[in-house]
């Protein structure tokens, strides 16, 4: 009994330490973007949607949400709590759809899960700037940078997650 104990302290120690490595991830890349014309592409969600992949729920909305909330809190307040609802939330479908709708078929659900969350990403940040830190007009010149961000987001974290083995590590440190 003791050694099940311990095997369970050390994955929650190491779920916990990956969690605070990817919100750092996170954090930093909320601080630049790659120049595109008429904007700049912040690779961040690159970063939620393979932590998304990769951990429960509660994790993943801690380096989706809370992250990118501190990115924006340090590097550019003004959408902030936007940042917090919509990677929390966006975090969370790709969490769920990952690990629980799609058990079974985990690549499956993550592709459904990244695609869901690049519409919410969209629509709530289009939402956000509409309303609540920008212009409705703002918000529309925005919509084409902000489905290229998803989309390159989303896309890179399921290559990231599969293809370059990261859930694969994830899952044996963390089971």
């Known amino acids: 009994m003791e050694i099940e104990n311990r095997k369970k302290l050390r994955k929650t120690i190491v779920a916990i330490a990956l969690t605070g490595v990817l919100t750092a991830m996170n954090v930093a890349l909320s601080s630049f973007g790659v120049p595109v014309p008429g904007g700049h592409l912040y690779l961040n969600d690159v970063i939620i949607s393979a932590a998304a992949i990769m951990l429960n729920?509660?994790?993943?909305?801690?380096?989706?949400?809370?992250?990118?909330?501190?990115?924006?809190?340090?590097?550019?307040?003004?959408?902030?709590?936007?940042?917090?609802?919509?990677?929390?939330?966006?975090?969370?479908?790709?969490?769920?759809?990952?690990?629980?709708?799609?058990?079974?078929?985990?690549r499956v659900g993550a592709i459904i899960g990244v695609s869901l969350g690049a519409v919410i990403n969209v629509i709530g940040y289009s939402?956000?700037?509409?309303?609540?830190?920008?212009?409705?007009?703002?918000?529309?010149?925005?919509?084409?940078?902000?489905?290229?961000?998803?989309?390159?987001?989303?896309?890179?974290?399921?290559?990231?997650?599969?293809?370059?083995?990261?859930?694969?590590?994830?899952?044996?440190l963390v089971g």
Do not use: N
């Open 57 to 106: 729920p509660a994790c993943a909305f801690v380096v989706g949400g809370i992250g990118a909330f501190l990115g924006d809190y340090f590097f550019y307040p003004a959408p902030m709590f936007v940042s917090l609802a919509v990677h929390g939330l966006q975090a969370i479908v790709i969490s769920v759809f990952a690990r629980k709708v799609f058990r079974s078929k985990p």
């Open 127 to 172: 939402l956000g700037r509409a309303f609540i830190y920008s212009t409705p007009a703002y918000a529309v010149t925005k919509l084409p940078f902000q489905i290229l961000q998803a989309v390159v987001g989303s896309l890179l974290g399921v290559l990231l997650c599969y293809r370059f083995g990261m859930k694969k590590l994830c899952d044996k």
